[in-house]
């Protein structure tokens, strides 16, 4: 009888897969969930949904993801901003532990410091001396509070002693947009989303990091 039961309910999935990205459209993340999305598909013919839910330094996309129905329908895609933002805020509306259930691990994702032509830096050195002494006319953009390429230039400013402003944004895709533009001083941003401004003679590169961990390991032997 229970075989006949566990049969008649069919083979899963029996409906779409919902893949929460808990970050805007255009940034390394979007781009990163939509290829592992197509993959599952191609692979397994299994029918998923693309979901942004960006804010909140990824927490909406999370909190959507630990409310719903634990019916291994939907999936999240998010970033070291889960481990981060129980740190970074005082309350968030779900525990990352307990109502979330990590599946695989996607990938790593090196981080390389850009700045605009405009910007007289030809070096890291360089880049170092003119915030240090010129630190109004300074400021550096990130993906948001608490994301990635925010902690790692908040290890590179603690490292070197600099006080650089700091001009948040609501994805990694509306920060490059405008340090092209000349409107950000630098970023520490991820290299598939940096490249094509580095080929292209838009941005300078200077130094490249796999983790945070390095990054600061890089900047003490370089600036200090």
């Known amino acids: 009888m229970a075989p006949g039961i566990v049969s008649a309910q069919g083979a899963f999935p029996s409906a779409p897969i919902r893949f929460v990205i808990a970050f805007p459209p255009g940034g390394p993340s979007d781009i990163l969930g939509r290829l592992v999305a197509r993959k599952i598909t191609e692979q397994k013919g299994w029918q998923v949904v693309v979901d942004n839910r960006a804010g909140g330094a990824s927490i909406v996309g999370s909190d959507a993801v630990a409310k719903a129905k634990p019916d291994g329908y939907t999936l999240l895609l998010t970033s070291t901003a889960l481990a981060a933002n129980h740190i970074l805020f005082k309350k968030i509306p779900y525990d990352p532990v307990k109502d979330l259930m990590p599946v695989s691990f996607v990938s790593t994702v090196p981080t390389v410091l850009v700045v605009h032509t405009n910007v007289p830096a030809q070096n890291l050195k360089d880049l170092v001396q003119l915030?240090?002494?010129?630190?109004?006319?300074?400021?550096?953009?990130?993906?948001?509070?608490?994301?990635?390429?925010?902690?790692?230039?908040?290890?590179?400013?603690?490292?070197?002693?600099?006080?650089?402003?700091?001009?948040?944004?609501?994805?990694?895709?509306?920060?490059?947009?405008?340090?092209?533009?000349?409107?950000?001083?630098?970023?520490?941003?991820?290299?598939?989303?940096?490249?094509?401004?580095?080929?292209?003679?838009?941005?300078?590169?200077?130094?490249?990091?796999?983790?945070?961990?390095?990054?600061?390991?890089?900047?003490?032997?370089i600036c200090i």
Do not use: W
């Open 131 to 221: 915030a240090r002494s010129k630190p109004e006319a300074m400021n550096y953009g990130s993906a948001g509070n608490g994301s990635g390429n925010h902690l790692t230039t908040e290890v590179f400013l603690n490292t070197t002693g600099l006080k650089v402003q700091h001009i948040p944004y609501k994805g990694g895709g509306a920060v490059m947009a405008d340090l092209v533009a000349g409107q950000v001083t630098f970023v520490f941003a991820v290299l598939p989303t940096a490249l094509p401004f580095i080929t292209s003679g838009k941005l300078i590169s200077f130094i490249h990091s796999n983790s945070i961990t390095e990054s600061s390991c890089i900047h003490r032997k």
